[in-house]
Structures are given as C-alpha cells and as structure tokens.
C-alpha cells in the first residue's frame, strides 16, 4: 500500500514540475513537432505525397517486408508493419493508394536502429500499401494490395 502511495507521488511529482517547466517557457509544445511534414501528409495523391517526402519515383526492393493482412475485416484499424535488414536505414513511411491523404505515417529512426515499425491505418476500401525506406540517402518501396470488407463479408 505504501508502495502504491510512493510511486504516485514520485509520479505526480515529475508531471508537476513539467507543468513548471512549461508554463516557464523552458519548454515549448511544438518542439514536439518539430519533425511534422505537413506538406507530405497533406499532400492527398501517391504522386504528390512521394514528391513532397523527396523521393521522386523510389526503386523497388524485395529486400522491404510489409507486414499486414490480405483481407482486413474491419478499415478502422488495420495492423500494418514494415522492416527490413538493410543497413542506414534513415527513414519508414506507410502510404495507402486510395486514402484521401496517401501518407499514412512516417517514422525517422536513429542510426543503429533495428528498421521495423508496426501501426494501425484506417482504410476506407481496397488499396495497394506501400512501404518507403529511407537507406543512406536514397528512397526504396515495396508494395501489397489489402483487401478491405464491410462486416467481413468477402473481398
């Protein structure tokens, strides 16, 4: 019980003085933006959205794994992973063909980083998925249809 008691003190504690901190001005919320490309994620075509993330028109690669079901019974949350064993990975972004806005997500990975992301799009029909890969520079892409159905009548 003490315990339990400590751990929210200590807990409530380090929020509180990230409140100080913020409401001091010493940190700022959009730091935590810093990364967003709104140009590409706002982008709505495939065209557009590679464009806008620099990668022209990317080779493809076999040596990219997306990770995601032939046939998703429910659009709203659909799992979709990607990895690869290529060395420098800079970047992953997910892009969904026929999705309003194409750019679904994109992860910048540290160097030494293991390149496996996993996520959960939503998609309004049956599109191509593609992953991009950002390796020492250059821009690489792997593709899968998933099949979406309504109450998981068939495809």
């Known amino acids: 019980m003490i315990k339990q008691r400590r751990e929210v003190l200590k807990t ?3 929020l ?6 913020a409401a001091a001005g010493v940190i700022k919320p959009e730091l935590a933006l ?3 490309n709104e140009g590409a994620f706002k982008a709505g075509t495939l065209e557009k959205s590679l464009a806008a993330l620099g990668a022209g028109k990317p080779a493809t690669s076999g040596d990219i794994s997306i990770n995601a079901p ?3 019974e429910n659009g709203a949350v659909v799992p979709i992973g990607v990895s690869t064993s290529l060395p420098k990975v800079e970047s992953i972004s997910i892009l ?6 194409a750019l679904a997500a ?3 990975l540290p160097e030494g980083t293991e390149a496996s992301v996993q996520t959960r799009c939503k998609m309004g029909q049956t599109s191509n998925v593609y992953a991009l890969v950002k390796v020492d520079g250059k821009f690489l892409m792997a593709m899968k249809e998933v099949k979406v159905t309504l109450g998981g009548c068939g495809g």
Do not use: M, S, Y
Request: proline letters at 4%.
């Open 96 to 101: 969904i063909e026929k999705n309003p806005d």
């Open 70 to 72: 032939d046939i998703a």
């Open 12 to 14: 409530g504690g380090g």
């Open 16 to 21: 509180g003085v990230l409140g100080l901190l």
């Open 34 to 36: 810093a990364a967003w």
């Open 106 to 108: 994109t992860f910048k």
